[in-house]
């Protein structure tokens, strides 16, 4: 069965079993339906892992730790989305993305990548549509990205590149599918992006905690390829506890750790191997 087809199949079947009525069309999110009050200063990592069908093993392993907080940047009130990724090579990206209290709409970022085929940094100024890319980029690439810097200045979007912490904020209470403005540096423009609360889940974590979550999916604005993510977030924390997604033929999972992986004692630097 096509991916596709298969997973608008799980989602009528969940919704089904759960009583969510889908609204006949999606509801544009707008800042004002945000729930701005459930953010707060915190610091989570999660498991990034690449694998194929149960028991095939891991592809690719990961720590994204992030870091949120609220602080004072230019003399305006705002919140600070920290990154840190890595493996098992080292730092493979980074970023400091600065969101406006008020809306959450961005007032910078700055975010390096370390992949096989590119090694860069890139700062915007989205106000201005203005941006910079520093290191070894494919032509296509830098092209593609320096043409989506001034579409970031045509009104309010959301940053698709803090979703892990800015996605449990949408009024997944009113159920049926929510259509979301987005816009992450190397698209060429912002986009409407479909999230549709599918079902309820209950997660029971390992110290036996029980977590009612909503079940959201999305076809990441790219219905029929193929493409999907679902993330279990937390009703009460507004968290997101869960995501499982495939994309160009890939399967990924992100994993809430119950904990941060912050080394609190590190070794010296003439002490590592």
Not at 41 to 52: C, D, I
Not at 119 to 141: H, L, Q
Not at 258 to 265: I, L, M, Q, R, T
């Amino acid at each position: 069965m096509h991916l596709a087809r298969l997973s608008l199949s799980v989602a009528l079947t969940l919704a089904a079993a759960s009583g969510f009525a889908h609204a006949a069309e999606p509801v544009q999110v707008a800042p004002s339906d945000l729930h701005l009050e459930a953010l707060r200063p915190t610091t989570q990592t999660y498991v990034v892992y690449f694998h194929g069908a149960p028991d095939t093993g891991f592809k690719r392993t990961m720590l994204a730790t992030t870091q949120v907080a609220r602080e004072r940047v230019d003399g305006a009130d705002a919140w600070v989305i920290t990154q840190h990724w890595e493996d098992e090579t080292g730092v493979v990206h980074t970023a400091r993305t600065v969101h406006s209290a008020r809306d959450l709409a961005t007032l910078a970022q700055t975010s390096s990548w370390k992949r096989p085929t590119a090694e860069y940094t890139t700062t915007v100024d989205p106000k201005k549509g203005r941006g910079t890319i520093e290191g070894n980029v494919p032509d296509a690439m830098r092209q593609k990205m320096e043409a989506g810097f001034p579409s970031m200045k045509d009104g309010w979007w959301m940053n698709w590149h803090s979703d892990l912490t800015l996605l449990p904020l949408l009024p997944y209470e009113k159920g049926g599918t929510l259509r979301v403005h987005l816009f992450d540096v190397g698209m060429e423009a912002p986009m409407d992006v479909d999230y549709t609360v599918v079902g309820e889940r209950k997660l029971v974590g390992g110290d036996g905690t029980q977590h009612d979550t909503w079940l959201v999916e999305t076809e990441s604005g790219q219905p029929g390829k193929g493409n999907y993510q679902r993330f279990w977030i937390d009703k009460a924390s507004r968290v997101v506890l869960k995501e499982e997604d495939v994309f160009n033929g890939m399967y990924r999972s992100k994993v809430l750790l119950s904990v941060p992986a912050v080394v609190e004692f590190p070794l010296p630097a003439a002490a590592v191997p």
